[in-house]
């Protein structure tokens, strides 16, 4: 346990009052949600997810799109919560107060327990109106192949197309997620940062707006990434192993007080 848990991070989460939890897909990873880099199961190698995950490509073929997003919400409702979910959730109850901040589109901090987790991106969840943007309803469960082409349903209001609840490539981020975002990591004492490249922006900024405002930063990653430079303490491993074992450190055990 010590090697995968040095005293330092322990030191810092015990004493934390308030931290933020920021996640990415890494963080889903050991629930079977493939994430956009990884070279097995990574969105981009199979479907350059960038090309992909854009307005312009939604304009372009609506159904490709549609089907890809359907795709992925079906891998999502057949995973599970991962015991990183899990003691994510239980820091969140632990320490008196914070914010969990993910890049994520799926339900499954929400369904390991997390009370109000931040979606920067956007969820899988949320389909709207491309038009008048009014909320549409989630399908009922196909279960698309991967690539299978599914046209998007009809807004009730003015039969637009609907289209995915997540940010795309070139759109803003949810002023309100980001607003919540930005003042829960410049007032925290400690940012988990937990499964995340660190490759996109804004979002990538939220561990070094953290440190910039005197926090400390933990990464939790099995590869080196560029938040490496700023963490003081970077924990090599994979979030459903090394989590639990930080909570377990800390509080010897993840069931909640
Ligand atoms: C914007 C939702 C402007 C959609 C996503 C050049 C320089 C800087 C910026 C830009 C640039 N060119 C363009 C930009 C802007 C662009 C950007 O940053 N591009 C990057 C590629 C350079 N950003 C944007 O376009 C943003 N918007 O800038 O708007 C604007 C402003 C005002 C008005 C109008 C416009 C919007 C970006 C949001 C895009 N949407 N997701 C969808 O899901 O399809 S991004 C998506 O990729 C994720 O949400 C995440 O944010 C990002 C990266 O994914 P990660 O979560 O980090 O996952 P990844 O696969 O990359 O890495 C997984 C990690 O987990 C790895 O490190 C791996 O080692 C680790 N891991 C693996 N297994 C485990 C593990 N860790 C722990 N445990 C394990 N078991
Ligand atoms: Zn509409």
Do not use: K
């Not at 040095?6 to 939890?21: D, F, K, N, S, Y």
């Not at 107060?97 to 890049?103: E, F, I, K, P, S």
């Not at 196909?142 to 070139?170: I, L």
């Not at 405002?213 to 933990?218: C, E, L, M, N, S």
């Amino acid at each position: 346990m010590g090697q995968l848990v040095p005293r330092e991070a322990v030191a810092l989460l015990g004493q934390a009052r308030r931290v933020v939890i920021f996640t990415g897909a890494g963080m889903s990873a050991e629930s079977g949600v493939p994430t956009f880099r990884d070279a097995l199961t990574g969105l981009w190698q199979r479907f350059d997810a960038q090309a992909l995950a854009t307005s312009q490509a939604f304009r372009d073929d609506p159904a490709l799109v549609w089907g890809w997003y359907e795709w992925r919400r079906s891998i999502v409702g057949r995973a599970r919560p991962n015991p990183g979910h899990l003691a994510v959730a239980a820091i969140e109850a632990r320490v008196p107060d914070g914010a969990l901040v993910t890049q994520n589109v799926d339900d499954l901090h929400e369904r390991a327990g997390s009370p109000a987790p931040v979606h920067l991106h956007g969820s899988l969840f949320a389909p709207r109106c491309v038009a008048c943007a009014h909320p549409a309803p989630v399908p009922a469960e196909e279960e698309p192949a991967e690539g299978r082409r599914v046209p998007p349903p009809r807004c009730a209001h003015c039969s637009a197309p609907v289209r995915p609840g997540v940010v795309w490539f070139g759109e803003a981020l949810p002023q309100e997620a980001l607003a919540a975002a930005v003042e829960a990591t410049s007032s925290c004492d400690l940012l988990l940062t937990v499964g995340t490249s660190g490759l996109v922006y804004p979002a990538a900024e939220i561990p070094q707006v953290a440190a910039r405002f005197g926090a400390a930063v933990i990464q939790v990653n099995p590869e080196e990434t560029p938040l490496d430079a700023v963490a003081d303490v970077n924990l090599r491993g994979p979030a459903a192993r090394v989590l639990p074992a930080l909570v377990e450190a800390v509080w010897g055990g993840t069931d909640p007080a």
